[in-house]
Nanobody, 116 residues
Framework: QVQLVESGGGLVQPGGSLRLSCAAS????????MGWYRQAPGKQRELIATITSGGTADYANSGEGRFTISRDNAKYMVYLQMDNLKPEDTAVYYC??????????WGQGTLVTVSS
């Protein structure tokens, strides 16, 4: 079984930064592709970025340029560094694990609010 727990969300002013963390437990992490998604009120969940087990990162348009995904396989952790945050970044941010044998797993989400 896989468990994902996000942390690090909160209220930040426009232009500020936050670092989200995702702690993984259970089987499959080291061979899984990890990702961050977000869902704003009234909108569909959207991909921000993914990172392979070997550390290759890929960004969707929503994450390009201001967000950085990283992982620490030894600690079973995934991070999302978010810089120059904007009000439109306000959303619930979700950690995702995809494993070829386990399928998709999701965390419970952490709320990020960007407001002055």
């Amino acid at each position: 079984q896989v468990q994902l727990v996000e942390s690090g969300g909160g209220l930040v002013q426009p232009g500020g930064s936050l670092r989200l963390s995702c702690a993984a437990s259970g089987v499959g992490f080291t061979n899984a592709r990890m990702g961050w998604y977000r869902q704003a009120p009234g909108k569909q969940r959207e991909l921000i970025a993914t990172i392979t087990s070997g550390g290759t990162a890929d960004y969707a348009n929503s994450g390009e340029g201001r967000f950085t995904i990283s992982r620490d396989n030894a600690k079973y952790m995934v991070y999302l560094q978010m810089d120059n945050l904007k009000p439109e970044d306000t959303a619930v941010y979700y950690c995702n694990l995809w494993h070829r044998s386990l399928g998709n797993s999701w965390g419970q989400g952490t709320l990020v609010t960007v407001s002055s």
